[in-house]
């Protein structure tokens, strides 16, 4: 008998490709490696945390209903790469400074936040303990830290250029 995928794999399936063709229209805003760095940094983070707070001792949450890593994760790991791009692509498009880069952060919080409850909906996650405020806390310190990633990245290599033209 055949056995179709779950809707959490479709969900993340849809998301995944969506998020990817996505990426692929965009005019080519950033360099090449700082995107790269970008998307890295967006799945290690993460990756991180499922692999301490998502697994026991602690183990808050299990992702795709399912505590050990499977190939049908593929799909949800790859959408945040994609979240962390689209998130720097536009704070650089925008030109987001002061105060503004608080309330850009803030607005993303919520739509990450959204996005994950929307994902709790389709079973890609099974809390055990975890919290959506939690996950808003989380997505603050976490695009806190990719602006300043951002911006030392840029910094880098714009200082890169300047010395080998």
């Known amino acids: 008998m055949v ?4 809707v959490n794999v479709w969900f993340s399936t849809f998301f995944f490709a969506a998020g990817w063709v996505l990426v692929a229209l965009l005019p080519l805003r950033l ?11 967006s799945l290690a983070l993460p990756l991180g945390m499922d692999h301490t707070i998502g697994v026991p001792p602690v183990d808050m949450y299990d992702t795709n209903v399912n505590p050990k890593l499977t190939f049908s ?9 994609v979240f962390g ?14 105060p503004a880069i608080a309330l850009y952060v803030f607005g993303w919080a919520i739509v990450g936040t959204a996005f994950e409850a929307l994902a709790v909906a389709f079973h890609v996650f099974r809390y055990k303990g975890w919290s959506l405020r ?9 695009q806190l830290l990719t602006v300043a990633v951002f911006r030392l990245l840029m910094h880098v290599f714009v200082r890169t250029k300047k ?3």
């Not at 939690?134 to 976490?142: C, G, N, P, Q, W």
């Open 73 to 81: 994760e593929l799909p949800t790991w790859g959408m945040y790469p």
């Open 134 to 142: 939690y996950s808003y806390l989380v997505y603050v310190l976490v």
């Open 31 to 41: 360099p090449r490696s700082v995107s790269a760095l970008v998307m890295m940094l």
């Open 163 to 165: 010395a080998n033209p």
């Open 3 to 6: 056995r179709f995928p779950e």
């Open 85 to 98: 791009y689209l998130f720097i692509y536009l704070y650089d498009k925008w030109n987001i400074k002061g």
